[in-house]
């Protein structure tokens, strides 16, 4: 059974860094992508930062690219998302996913059919 697990959330002040952890299970990292989404209070969900399994390529949406970063770590099946520079406007519930190892399929959310559940940033002014 695949199973993904987001933790990390919390408060943080604008110009603030945090991370964020995605602990999988179920399945095995060299086959498959992971992607880091998000969704801020009434808008819709949008991709964040995805990394393949394949060559540990890496894609960032424009509005996080510069600030946050994605990485894994394939002995305990983990994959972080590093976030700096905060803006009030990264306030969100974050979600991690897996899906096919193309960056480009999974910052679109193409394909991404497990994902796991969510964990607020909330980030002040």
């Known amino acids: 059974e695949v199973q993904l697990q987001a933790s990390g959330g919390g408060l943080v002040q604008a110009g603030g860094s945090h991370s964020l952890s995605c602990t999988f299970s179920?399945?095995?990292?060299?086959?498959?992508?992971i992607g880091w989404f998000r969704q801020a209070p009434g808008k819709v969900r949008e991709g964040v930062a995805c990394?393949?399994?394949?060559?540990?390529?890496?894609y960032y949406a424009d509005s996080v690219k510069g600030r946050f970063t994605i990485s894994r770590d394939k002995p305990t099946n983990t994959v972080y998302l590093q976030m700096n520079s905060l803006k009030p406007e990264d306030t969100a519930v974050y979600y991690c996913?897996?899906?096919?190892?193309?960056?480009?399929?999974?910052?679109?959310?193409?394909?991404?059919?497990?994902w796991g559940k969510g964990t607020l940033v909330t980030v002040s002014s």
């Open positions: 996913a897996t899906g096919p190892p193309s960056v480009v399929l999974c910052i679109a959310s193409f394909g991404m059919d497990y």
């Open positions: 179920g399945f095995t990292f060299d086959e498959y992508g």
């Open positions: 990394i393949s399994s394949s060559d540990g390529s890496t």
